[in-house]
Nanobody, 125 residues
Framework: QVQLVESGGGLVQAGGSLRLSCACSARTFSTYTMGWFRRAPGKEREFVAAISWTGSRTNYADSVKGRFTISRDNAKNTWYLQMNSLKPTDTAVYYC??????????????????WGQGTQVTVSS
């Protein structure tokens, strides 16, 4: 059973930064596509970012391009979401996701095999 454990959420003022982390228990972590999604109050879950298993390709939602950066450390079985210039509209529960079969393109459509439990990010104005 693959487990994903997130950390790093919290409360921050608008314009501030946070970094989310997600640790994966899969032995074949280095071959997985990894990503982040979020769900704001009263809204559906939406794609945020994805990174290929090599780390050489990334994909971002238009709403976070230029502000968020996804990265991974295969030696630590961990990937990250660096969030800068945060806005109140970024307030949501953030979920990490992993897939052994999705690409960064298909993950952007919501395709993932494993999900984290979610971590709250609140941006105050």
């Amino acid at each position: 059973q693959v487990q994903l454990v997130e950390s790093g959420g919290g409360l921050v003022q608008a314009g501030g930064s946070l970094r989310l982390s997600c640790a994966c228990s899969a032995r074949t972590f280095s071959t997985y596509t990894m990503g982040w999604f979020r769900r704001a109050p009263g809204k559906e879950r939406e794609f945020v970012a994805a990174i290929s298993w090599t780390g050489s390709r990334t994909n971002y939602a238009d709403s976070v391009k230029g502000r968020f950066t996804i990265s991974r450390d295969n030696a630590k079985n961990t990937w990250y979401l660096q969030m800068n210039s945060l806005k109140p509209t970024d307030t949501a529960v953030y979920y990490c996701a992993a897939s052994w079969q999705s690409t960064i393109a298909t993950m952007s459509q919501g395709s993932a095999d494993y999900w984290g439990q979610g971590t709250q990010v609140t941006v105050s104005s």
